[in-house]
């Protein structure tokens, strides 16, 4: 009878293992003008970054995004896709804390978790139906890298997911911090007109490690087809170059 207990009692085991282990496939990926994570905006809407959804071949089906234009705001499940495998930590070290004060990882919105998954809020800017790719979905204010898996795609409702009185912990203090951004006109006329203002957002918001500092030091960084080089000292960012990708 103890033999056919232990029997039972490891199938509910495996069985409860099973049910709380999730399997989650890429419904889409996003193309955006970051093919690496450096530069990347730190949370969405903080620039006017512009993207497209291009849903995998299994999920492009133009009724699965049927009304989704009566929405003006959509939430993106995604993947920490580029991350560096190895164990999670309890405790890490956010940028707006100078990379030196270390807080709990359920505290941050930090990559480095026990599930690599991001939340990100975006504004639809429009659907499409395109010959030979079926639905896309073009968003602007996405934090994501080219290529990033996207698992899931919900509507913003601004009823319940907005709540102007909410304490935003240890962020609210740094949420206004920018950098002066300093670009000569003739470089950044180098840029196609719609990235201009992008640029200057991205790097207002201080791309660079939180632990770099060094005011002799050039930051690389690509962006829509081009290599932005710049420096940082006094809290004022200058664009030292830019060059197209080759």
């Known amino acids: 009878m103890k033999r056919n207990a232990d029997i039972t009692n490891k199938a509910t085991t495996n069985q409860q293992k099973s049910a709380d282990q999730l399997l989650l496939q890429p419904i889409a990926r996003i193309r955006t003008d970051f093919p690496t994570k450096f530069g990347i905006p730190r949370q969405s809407s903080l620039a006017e970054t512009r993207a497209e959804i291009i849903f995998e071949p299994a999920y492009a089906v133009p009724e699965a995004v049927r009304d989704l234009e009566t929405y003006t705001h959509l939430?993106?499940?995604?993947?920490?896709?580029a991350n560096r495998k190895g164990e999670w930590h309890p405790?890490?070290?956010p940028p707006r804390l100078g990379g030196n004060t270390r807080v709990g990882v359920?505290?941050?919105r930090s990559p480095f978790r026990p599930n690599p998954i991001g939340l990100s809020s975006v504004r639809l800017e429009g659907v499409e139906i395109r010959s030979g790719v079926g639905p896309v979905i073009t968003v602007i204010g996405a934090d994501l890298m080219d290529g990033t898996p996207i698992y899931d795609i919900k509507p913003y409702l601004p009823y319940v997911d907005s709540h102007p009185e909410a304490i935003g912990g240890f962020s609210d203090a740094h949420k206004d911090d920018k950098l002066?951004?300093?670009?000569?006109?003739?470089l950044l006329r180098l840029l196609p007109s719609d990235k201009q203002q992008i640029l200057k957002e991205i790097l207002a918001g201080d791309p660079r490690p939180a632990y770099q500092n060094d005011a002799d030091r050039v930051y690389g960084m690509p962006f829509a087809g081009f290599?932005?080089?710049f420096r940082v000292t006094d809290k004022i960012l200058t664009v030292i170059e830019i060059t197209p990708l080759e």
């Open 75 to 81: 939430w993106l499940l995604w993947g920490f896709s």
């Open 106 to 108: 359920f505290a941050t």
């Open 227 to 229: 290599d932005i080089h």
């Open 91 to 93: 405790t890490v070290r």
């Open 180 to 186: 002066e951004v300093s670009c000569p006109e003739e």
